[in-house]
């Protein structure tokens, strides 16, 4: 058996998504002409799929801040912070979305995928619990699997589930790491945030909330479903 032999099923299945004319990896705009419009050769559709929810990509006032980035200090930052130390901008993002949660710190990652690799594989360290929604997006698992947490899954959406898992792992040394999103990004409903927080209180666990989708959209000020 070969080394590429145990992609068959995937490569099949590729070979319908062809057949049905739904494989994603053949679409490519011509030209985006706003946050939920674009050309396909001389036909103009609708990005129904994007989560340009703000339509941010497209504001004036970001756009012109993103030219005089560039210019001033080039394309990229050719190195990491670690390595090299932080840019003023950067600091000042990250100051701005400190204050805007009302919080002591903010850290800025480059991708959504980033952050909660970021901070799931190290806030939930080695002897510690990580308890993942079973509806998670694939960041989280995988943020759970490149940090040494035992991982345990609760049932989508239930505090219920959670606190018997909770209860179950007691006595277990080591934190207890709650994830969940604010809207789920594969079903598009709300955690039940209030049921969840109380349940983290119970169990003195800590709680993290993804809110990918729900920055700007949710509460009363747009922070979110914790607002
Ligand atoms: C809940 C959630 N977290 C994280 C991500 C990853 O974000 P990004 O696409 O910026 O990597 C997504 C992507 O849609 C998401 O739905």
């Known amino acids: 058996m070969g080394l590429l032999d145990k992609f068959a099923p995937l490569a099949e299945q590729y070979r319908r998504h062809e057949a049905a004319g739904t494989n994603p990896f053949t679409v490519a705009f011509d030209r985006v002409l706003s946050p939920t419009e674009a050309m396909i050769g001389d036909k103009r559709i609708l990005l129904l799929g994007t989560n340009n929810y703000l339509g941010l990509t497209y504001d004036p006032s970001v756009i012109d801040s993103a030219i005089a980035a560039t210019r001033s200090s080039g394309s990229g930052t050719t190195g990491s912070r670690i390595a090299n130390g932080s840019y003023g901008g950067h600091r000042s993002l990250e100051r701005a979305l400190a204050d805007f949660y009302g919080r002591k710190h903010g850290m800025v990652f480059s991708t959504g995928y980033q952050a909660n690799l970021g901070i799931?594989?190290?806030?939930?360290?080695?002897?510690?619990?990580?308890?993942?929604?079973?509806?998670?997006?694939?960041?989280?698992?995988?943020?759970?699997?490149?940090?040494?947490?035992?991982?345990?899954?609760?049932?989508?959406?239930?505090?219920?589930?959670?606190?018997?898992?909770?209860?179950?792992?007691?006595?277990?040394?080591?934190?207890?790491?709650?994830?969940?999103?604010?809207?789920?990004?594969?079903?598009?409903?709300?955690?039940?945030?209030r049921e969840f927080a109380a349940v983290?209180?119970?169990?003195?666990?800590?709680?993290?909330?993804?809110?990918?989708?729900?920055?700007?959209?949710?509460?009363?000020?747009?922070?979110?479903?914790?607002?």
Do not use: C, W
């Open 120 to 193: 799931i594989s190290t806030l939930a360290g080695k002897n510690d619990h990580l308890l993942l929604d079973a509806d998670s997006h694939a960041s989280i698992y995988d943020g759970a699997r490149l940090g040494y947490a035992q991982v345990t899954r609760f049932r989508h959406n239930s505090p219920e589930d959670l606190a018997n898992r909770l209860r179950r792992l007691k006595d277990e040394p080591g934190d207890k790491v709650i994830v969940v999103e604010g809207i789920y990004s594969m079903l598009g409903d709300k955690a039940p945030l």
């Open 200 to 227: 983290k209180r119970e169990y003195g666990a800590y709680l993290v909330v993804d809110e990918a989708h729900s920055l700007g959209v949710l509460g009363e000020t747009g922070r979110g479903l914790t607002e």
